[in-house]
């Protein structure tokens, strides 16, 4: 049975507020992710851009002794190289996870708003957002 405008209005401002902490828990997760897997190339493209005479040229002691601008310009080049596989990875590892842990399932549609008696989660899953617990003898059409 449909809410009334009060209700409705009120449950489409918490579903939109869960919506939107369980899409910056994916965003943090994905940064954390990309972060981590990315670490390698960002360090080469670091020092390759500190160390080249063109671009920044760094007065640090390994910059004098060991990278030079040919050396330098190899660790740019190694860097966005060894990038495109490093993000295939990260986008792999975000994918299992976020599957693993249900967190696209936790998204909740507003007709819940509209609507008395709906449900929280999908039949035999154990999401996070679904820890209040499912109704397992839930309507077919709902």
Request: proline share 4%.
């Amino acid at each position: 049975e449909p809410r009334s405008p009060c209700c409705c209005l009120a449950w489409t401002l918490v579903i939109g507020t869960m919506n939107s902490l369980v899409f910056l828990l994916n965003l943090l997760l994905m940064f954390v992710i990309f972060t981590i897997v990315l670490l390698p190339t960002i360090v080469v493209v670091y020092f390759g851009f500190q160390c080249h005479s063109q671009v920044l040229h760094s007065s640090a002691r390994y910059c004098k002794s060991i990278l030079d601008d040919n050396s330098s310009s190899a660790l740019i080049i190694l860097g966005f190289v060894i990038m495109s596989p490093l993000i295939v990875v990260a986008m792999a590892i975000y994918c299992s996870l976020a599957r693993r842990l249900h967190l696209l399932v936790c998204f909740q549609p507003y007709s819940l708003a509209v609507y008395k008696g709906g449900r929280c989660c999908h039949r035999g899953e154990r999401a996070l957002c679904c820890a209040r617990g499912c109704d397992s003898q839930g309507k077919a059409w709902v």
